[in-house]
């Protein structure tokens, strides 16, 4: 049964979806998904906000992402502990992988990512993966840029795009000294 807490940041609302014992989505809100009710019979799903569910286990991981991602937000933070449901091809699998090695404040370039994750000149097919991730802030897409344009002007598919990708980078860049 899926259980999904949702909550405000300074990027924007989020919701994170959890099933099995880890997280399966980090969602922004103000961008094009929204969890939809009506597709879903009370049985399938749980709203973790209620007081009702906090002794689940899941609502119980649910609030631990949602402290961890704040404190991350809030420039306390440079990497989480909670786990993820991460799928996909070996080619993004690898890609995935490769991203999470980027350090904190720092950025590279998607021919970069593509090079680290043993598929060198595979640079548009790793952005698509990026594009996709469903792991924003956890595999940090906001680190990885094209290497032809600014930041502000770089494609970025979670929150507000571009203005998010510099919000992300910046605090970044101030709490890393």
Known sequence: MERYLEFSTPIGRLCLIADQGEIIRIASLNGSFRPDPAQLSEDDHTDCSSEDNRNNPECALLVDAKEQILEYLD?????????????GTPFAIDV????????YGQTITYE????????????RAAARVMSTNKFPLVIPCH???????PVEQSRYSFCDGAATRKYLLD???????
């Open 112 to 123: 970069q990512l593509a090079k680290n994750a043993g598929h060198p000149g595979a640079y």
């Open 75 to 87: 420039g306390k933070r440079k990497f989480f502990t909670f786990p993820i449901h991460e799928d």
């Open 171 to 177: 605090l970044e860049q101030k709490n890393s000294q």
């Open 143 to 149: 680190r990885i840029l094209p290497k032809d344009k």
């Open 96 to 103: 995935k992988e490769a991203a999470k090695t980027v350090p």
